[in-house]
């Protein structure tokens, strides 16, 4: 079975603090995806990457960035985190073209106090 | 540019009866289409997707899903709910770059006994 894994279920962090949100699958896919979701907004795209040191911005990419040195792990970063990026983080990979199948971690919840 | 709607934040249905979640798209290109659930402290799997193949689309746990293109629909239905269906569900659209996934609000799904 494909696994994606975000490395922490549950963060608390202060304001302005700086923070690692990574992400590690185990299925050699080339697309990896950042996604946050917030009740009512559903999900939306902060960052995808389709290749090792290859990103490309969302919908959403202010006040965060990412990191992709190795082709299974991919890191969202927020450089000074702030309250308003308190929500539910979640990481996805995909093989090949973006129509195949989206496989999810289990979320990553922040609060930023 | 795409997008998708789901009429509907909350469907409460009895064990038993029909499930409809209502799910209309925007597309300017042939779209391809998708529909995710995430049960409670997880996070999404694919429960069906529609690539311009037959426009009736079979998925896991009995759901399936019809595209009208006259009506820019994608509708989810299960003919008997179960309890174990009690989740989150959320349509998707690829982006028009075809890079990602655009996600619809989402839809909470209660069956009661």
């Known amino acids: 079975d494909v696994k994606v894994t975000q490395s922490s279920r549950y963060l608390v962090k202060r304001t302005g603090e700086k923070v690692f949100l990574e992400c590690v699958q185990d299925?050699?896919?080339?697309?990896m995806f950042w996604y946050r979701q917030d009740p009512g907004l559903g999900l939306r795209l902060i960052y995808f990457?389709?290749?090792?040191?290859?990103?490309e911005k969302g919908d959403i990419p202010e006040g965060y960035s990412v990191s992709r040195e190795k082709k299974e792990r991919f890191s969202l970063i927020l450089e000074s985190a702030s309250t308003n990026q308190t929500s539910m983080y979640l990481c996805?990979?995909?093989?090949?073209?973006?129509?195949?199948?989206?496989?999810f971690g289990e979320g990553s919840r922040l609060t930023v106090l | 540019a795409q997008s998708v709607t789901q009429l509907g934040s909350h469907v409460s249905v009895s064990e038993g009866a029909l499930v409809l979640l209502r799910c209309n798209y925007s597309?300017?290109?042939?779209?391809?289409l998708f529909w995710y659930v995430q049960y409670p402290n997880q996070g999404l799997q694919l429960l069906l997707k529609?690539?311009?193949?037959?426009?009736l689309v079979k998925g896991i746990n009995g759901f399936e899903a019809e595209f009208k293109k006259s009506e820019t629909s994608f509708h989810l239905t299960k003919p008997s709910a179960h309890l174990s269906d009690a989740a989150e569900y959320f349509c998707?659209?690829?982006?028009?770059?075809?890079?990602?996934?655009?996600f619809g609000k989402g839809t909470t799904l209660s069956v009661s006994s």
């Open positions: 996805a990979s995909s093989f090949g073209g973006v129509t195949g199948e989206l496989f």
């Open positions: 299925m050699d896919h080339e697309n």
């Open positions: 990457s389709y290749d090792v040191k290859m990103k």
């Open positions: 597309s300017s290109v042939p779209p391809y």
């Open positions: 529609y690539t311009s193949a037959a426009t």
């Open positions: 998707a659209v690829i982006n028009q770059a075809g890079t990602a996934l655009i």
